[in-house]
């Protein structure tokens, strides 16, 4: 069977009113054929996100009509495994009674700079030691900083993060661990955005995804480029950007404010 990803707009909800949502719609799911996998719920921003196993979306959706009345504002078919991989999971967690785990993540991409020319410099086998080396460090940060790498490009990553201050802290430490451990030939460009999965494109995280590669083709070697989003999450931090102005990128009709992380404060 299909599965779909919905949205709801709550208001004054706790975690344990979406737990006993998500607790009803279970109640009554196999009468319809019907599996509620798992959901977020964001109390800062009082979104909800189900993961839902139904015949169809209209069979989804009565079993919410049926169970609680609180229908979704948007609905979007979903790869089950690319939700796993974006958010890090795709069933309830183990003894969880009332989940309080936003949806809403950090996207970052890193890319070696010149990885083409490289070969020709350094031939194959001197590329493939900068690539692994390039993997181990970007790795390790995402190990120390609470980053879930999503996959390997070939010559850069990507990867996500619930915390944008973790994911900014990430990029940072990347870059420091090229220039102290590195050999003059590696220089890596990073890029980071945020957002929700449902957004105004038809894939998951669609148009975050779409901005956080496209900051990372712009940003110059050895910068964490963001967007402003990321920028106004990250205030109260500690962390220093310097603004960059906007820039116009492809598939976005408006100019996005950017900005480049200069800086993390100590801290985890």
């Given at each position: 069977?299909?599965?779909?990803?919905?949205?709801?707009?709550?208001?004054?909800?706790?975690?344990?009113?979406?737990?006993?949502?998500?607790?009803?719609?279970?109640?009554?799911?196999?009468s319809y054929g019907v599996r509620y996998v798992t959901y977020w719920f964001d109390y800062e921003r009082q979104h909800t996100f189900c993961l839902v196993d139904a015949p169809d979306e209209e069979t989804a959706l009565?079993?919410?009509?049926?169970?609680?009345?609180?229908?979704?504002?948007?609905?979007?078919?979903?790869?089950?495994?690319?939700?796993?991989?974006?958010?890090?999971?795709?069933?309830?967690?183990?003894?969880?009674?009332?989940?309080?785990?936003?949806?809403?993540?950090?996207?970052?991409?890193?890319?070696?700079?010149?990885?083409?020319?490289?070969?020709?410099?350094?031939?194959?086998?001197?590329?493939?030691?900068?690539?692994?080396?390039?993997?181990?460090?970007?790795?390790?940060?995402?190990?120390?900083?609470?980053?879930?790498?999503?996959?390997?490009?070939?010559?850069g990553f990507m990867a996500s993060f619930r915390s944008v201050a973790d994911a900014v802290r990430c990029g940072l430490a990347i870059q420091d661990r090229i220039n102290a451990d590195g050999p003059e030939a590696i220089?890596?460009?990073?890029?980071?955005?945020?957002?929700?999965?449902?957004?105004?494109?038809?894939?998951?995280?669609?148009?975050?995804?779409?901005?956080?590669?496209?900051?990372?083709?712009?940003?110059?070697?050895?910068?964490?480029?963001?967007?402003?989003?990321?920028?106004?999450?990250?205030?109260?931090?500690?962390?220093?950007?310097?603004?960059?102005?906007?820039?116009?990128?492809?598939?976005?009709?408006?100019?996005?404010?950017?900005?480049?992380?200069?800086?993390?404060?100590?801290?985890?």
């Amino acid at each position: 069977m299909p599965f779909y990803l919905d949205r709801h707009d709550v208001s004054d909800a706790t975690p344990e009113d979406i737990a006993r949502a998500h607790s009803a719609d279970m109640a009554i799911q196999d009468s319809y054929g019907v599996r509620y996998v798992t959901y977020w719920f964001d109390y800062e921003r009082q979104h909800t996100f189900c993961l839902v196993d139904a015949p169809d979306e209209e069979t989804a959706l009565e079993v919410h009509r049926r169970a609680h009345g609180d229908l979704p504002s948007e609905v979007r078919p979903v790869d089950p495994d690319e939700v796993g991989a974006m958010l890090g999971r795709r069933v309830d967690p183990p003894g969880t009674a009332a989940i309080d785990e936003p949806a809403f993540r950090a996207i970052m991409f890193t890319d070696i700079v010149g990885s083409t020319e490289l070969h020709g410099a350094l031939g194959d086998q001197g590329v493939m030691e900068l690539v692994r080396l390039h993997n181990d460090i970007v790795r390790g940060a995402l190990a120390d900083h609470s980053g879930h790498e999503i996959k390997h490009t070939g010559d850069g990553f990507m990867a996500s993060f619930r915390s944008v201050a973790d994911a900014v802290r990430c990029g940072l430490a990347i870059q420091d661990r090229i220039n102290a451990d590195g050999p003059e030939a590696i220089r890596v460009r990073i890029g980071l955005n945020a957002g929700e999965p449902i957004d105004d494109s038809d894939q998951l995280f669609g148009l975050s995804v779409n901005l956080a590669s496209r900051l990372c083709d712009a940003a110059g070697a050895g910068e964490v480029l963001v967007s402003d989003v990321v920028r106004g999450l990250a205030m109260g931090t500690g962390l220093r950007f310097e603004d960059r102005g906007e820039m116009q990128f492809k598939g976005f009709q408006d100019p996005i404010r950017v900005a480049c992380a200069v800086a993390a404060a100590a801290g985890p």
